[in-house]
């Protein structure tokens, strides 16, 4: 069983701290010195400086790399691990996993931490760096090194002009291992510095059972990953609207490649119901792959199979059953009033009342079957007055047979003034 409570993600404030300016004027230091990991003139080493400080200081980034968006672990419902129990689907893939995307709970997995060659799903971080750097309308000059990678490709040619956003979109839907290289080049300076800002990020977001040495995913023996890992950067990759549009795109015709066309490698978007993307996954030593996205009625699940016989059985198995054994419950929405509280002493009637609020959303996924253990109980007290807005006003509880599971704060979503002491001189000499 899972539970979430909701909150925006928030940035951190790093660069106000001893640890933070100690770090700033180190990171100075090596850029301008003779070992420096950035082949830039001095003005250009000065600008990226300037806006990752600016980023700094406004609680964006961290030391440890880029990136805003960082979602929380994931975390197992009852029975996920269990491959015997009913109902369960039978996958051929080697390791798998199921996520509800809003909550966060695993449905199922099946040695989901196991390192394996990740393939292509590799990309998704690749695109992942390449959005969260911006800047996709600069027009990037393909390499020698790019147009001779090997494998699958976009037909890019070196000296080639081609805008960014167009090398993500050909990363994406017709898997370009050259797009790859590409984007490495073009956001980092080369393969390797790019390399490094993939595993930086990936440890970022929780996937710290992986090491990745190119954008691309083809074999290398350092080059490696998990299920649940790929889940994770899935997660937060999906919620960029850009890299969502992208992969959940039958075909694209990109404007900076004149006559070019490009359909998705993903089958599953042409046959399975509520399909949204993401990505495949092939070689020798990864077998198939496929991390894959599903909504219907307001729920989105992602799936990873990794080596498997029958990526798209495997991935469609899997989803329906996410689909049908699960729901998600929401017992308490941020804002939204669930009772009202007695107020004593109010200015116009002895005793009124005020409408109160949970101060966060409450969501959990469960197993269809028992949703009906599950119970809501609210704990209201009397308010004497006056009442400001936002004050304590008792608990939200959620009850699983009858034993509380959690508790939400609930306060008053307006305010009551007192009474005045002539109408309370008034009830006095009346009797009221």
């Known amino acids: 069983m899972r539970i979430v409570i909701v909150r925006p993600p928030s940035g951190r404030r790093v660069i106000a701290t001893t640890g933070g300016l100690l770090f700033a004027g180190a990171l100075f230091a090596v850029a301008f010195s003779a070992w420096s990991p ?120 070196a000296g080639q002009e081609v805008k960014l956003h167009d090398l993500v979109a050909g990363l994406l839907i017709r898997s370009g291992n050259d797009a790859a290289v590409a984007i490495a080049e073009a956001v980092a300076g080369s393969v390797e510095n790019f390399a490094c800002l993939m595993n930086r990020r990936a440890a970022e977001l929780g996937a710290t059972n992986s090491h990745f040495v190119n954008p691309h995913g083809l074999d290398h023996p350092g080059h490696y990953s998990t299920a649940h890992d790929l889940a994770v950067i899935a997660r937060t990759a999906m919620r960029y609207e850009l890299f969502s549009r992208l992969v959940a795109t039958k075909e694209y015709a990109p404007p900076s490649i004149p006559g070019a066309l490009w359909y998705n490698t993903n089958r599953l978007l042409w046959s399975f119901d509520g399909m949204e993307g993401i990505k495949t996954g092939t070689t020798g030593k990864a077998g198939n792959c496929l991390v894959a996205a599903a909504k219907r009625d307001s729920r989105q699940l992602i799936s990873v199979v990794m080596d498997s016989g029958n990526r798209w059985g495997d991935t469609t198995r899997l989803l329906e059953y996410g689909f049908s054994e699960f729901t998600i419950l929401r017992p308490a929405s941020r804002g939204k009033p669930v009772a009202q509280a007695t107020v004593v002493g109010a200015r116009r009637e002895p005793v009124t009342t005020v409408p109160v609020a949970p101060t966060r959303d409450l969501v959990l996924t469960v197993r269809t079957s028992q949703a009906g253990r599950y119970q809501v109980r609210l704990e209201v007290k009397p308010l004497p007055a006056p009442v400001r807005r936002g004050a304590p006003a008792g608990h939200l509880l959620l009850l699983r047979d009858g034993k509380e599971v959690v508790s939400v704060p609930l306060v008053t979503t307006t305010g009551v003034g007192p009474d005045s002491f002539w109408r309370r001189l008034w009830r006095w000499f009346s009797g009221r």
């Open 38 to 157: 950035l082949p830039l003139p001095w003005f250009g080493k000065l600008a990226i400086l300037a806006s990752y400080f600016q980023g700094l200081w406004k609680g964006e980034v961290h030391p440890a790399g880029g990136g805003k968006l960082n979602p929380a672990d994931l975390t197992y419902i009852e029975g996920a691990t269990r491959l015997d129990l009913p109902r369960t689907p039978w996958l051929s893939a080697a390791s798998a996993i199921l996520v509800d995307n809003e909550t966060g709970t695993v449905l199922y997995a099946k040695n989901e931490n196991a390192r394996r060659a990740p393939a292509s799903t590799t990309k998704i971080l690749t695109a992942l760096l390449a959005i969260e750097q911006g800047q996709l309308d600069r027009m990037v000059t393909v390499s020698r090194r790019a147009a001779n990678v090997i494998g699958s490709d976009i037909r890019l040619h």
